[in-house]
T-cell receptor, first 112, second 112 residues
Framework: LAKTTQPISMDSYEGQEVNITCSHN???????ITWYQQFPSQGPRFIIQ???TKVTNEVASLFIPADRKSSTLSLPRVSLSDTAVYYC?????????????FGSGTRLSIRP | NAGVTQTPKFQVLKTGQSMTLQCAQD?????MYWYRQDPGMGLRLIYY???????DKGEVPNGYNVSRLNKREFSLRLESAAPSQTSVYFC???????????FGPGTRLTVL
């Protein structure tokens, strides 16, 4: 299973762009990269998923370099409500037997 | 469409007592998961099930048993609760072909 490494915590201010980088040096050829967001007292919520290059949705962008050994979640113009823990995961989605492992996550704090 | 439901929401046990945490999903997903989350920590996978009738160990299976009797329901049993099992327990389901997991609201368990 590919292990991921993220910063433990990050701070930013409202209106700024926040980039959280995740390292996954032993990612397998078939693995996809997925990011989740978790608010206190709630289960994690899916944000975005990608395989290579760049993926964008209404919430975030995901940048994946050619070697796929890392990825960066980009949150544009954050607000106080983006204060949460963000998890980076790697895994193969096309198998119901995939074991999904969460790391420790990055605790993002947004200040006014 | 309720998504993933968990019962109970809260539970206090004495050391040595047993209990079963219930989880059900109405999204017709094959894969289901049980995680525990200790205060300030990430999620750790206890057991998962790729389909009805199959289960596999995750990162921290000791002290737990699971049962996947049908596609909808995946239960987690603590045979002899210990204080170290005090945690929040999350159940999740995932559609094959996607890495997006859908989480339940969690069960807060305290073992005295």
């Amino acid at each position: 299973l590919a292990k991921t490494t993220q910063p433990i915590s990050m701070d930013s201010y409202e209106g700024q762009e926040v980039n959280i980088t995740c390292s996954h040096n032993n990612i397998a050829t078939n693995d996809y990269i997925t990011w989740y967001q978790q608010f206190p007292s709630q289960g994690p919520r899916f944000i975005i998923q990608g395989y290579k290059t760049k993926v964008t949705n209404e919430v975030a962008s995901l940048f994946i370099p050619a070697d796929r050994k890392s990825s960066t979640l980009s949150l544009p113009r954050v607000s106080l409500s983006d204060t949460a823990v963000y998890y980076c995961l790697v895994g193969f989605p096309y198998s119901s037997a995939s074991k999904i492992i969460f790391g420790s996550g990055t605790r993002l704090s947004i200040r006014p | 469409n309720a998504g993933v439901t968990q019962t109970p929401k809260f539970q206090v046990l004495k050391t040595g007592q047993s209990m079963t945490l219930q989880c059900a999903q109405d999204m017709n997903h094959n894969s289901m998961y049980w995680y525990r989350q200790d205060p300030g920590m990430g999620l750790r996978l206890i057991y998962y099930s790729a389909s009805e009738g199959t289960t596999d160990k995750g990162e921290v299976p000791n002290g737990y048993n699971v049962s996947r009797l049908n596609k909808r329901e995946f239960s987690l049993r603590l045979e002899s609760a210990a204080p170290s099992q005090t945690s929040v327990y999350f159940c999740a389901s995932r559609r094959e072909g996607y890495n997006e997991q859908f989480f339940g609201p969690g069960t807060r368990l305290t073992v005295l």
